[in-house]
């Protein structure tokens, strides 16, 4: 199982932006890995996706309330994808998670992103 480790989360203001990086400890070159996120008060089972990287450079998934907003890249010789997160709002608050797409994949800690002014 690939160990993923998410960092970047923090404090951003209405409109604004914060960058989150999730790095392997192998190479993710052949993984699809995608960006969760668990809002507050939810249970983990509530975890929604966000957005999706495809192994191969496939062109990127999203969920409707971040399209436009976030963008999800990826450097492969650095074992890392990114979540660009632009034009924040509030209800984008939540513990944001990576995950390899694949069924009994482990879960990261996590990292928290807050929303507010």
């Known amino acids: 199982q690939v160990q993923l480790v998410e960092s970047g989360g923090g404090l951003a203001q209405p409109g604004g932006s914060l960058r989150l990086s999730c790095t392997a400890d192998?190479?993710?070159?052949?993984?699809?890995i995608a960006w969760y996120r668990q809002a507050p008060g939810n249970q983990p089972a509530q975890r929604d996706w966000?957005?999706?990287?495809?192994?191969?450079?496939?062109?990127?998934y999203y969920q409707d309330s971040v399209k436009g907003r976030f963008t999800i890249s990826r450097d492969n010789a650095k074992n890392t994808v990114y979540l660009q997160m632009n034009s924040l709002k509030p209800e984008d608050s939540a513990v944001y998670y990576c995950?390899?797409?694949?069924?009994?994949?482990?879960w990261g800690q996590g990292t928290q992103v807050t929303v507010s002014s």
């Open positions: 966000v957005a999706i990287s495809e192994q191969g450079g496939g062109a990127p």
């Open positions: 995950k390899q797409w694949s069924v009994g994949s482990i």
């Open positions: 192998r190479s993710i070159s052949a993984l699809t």
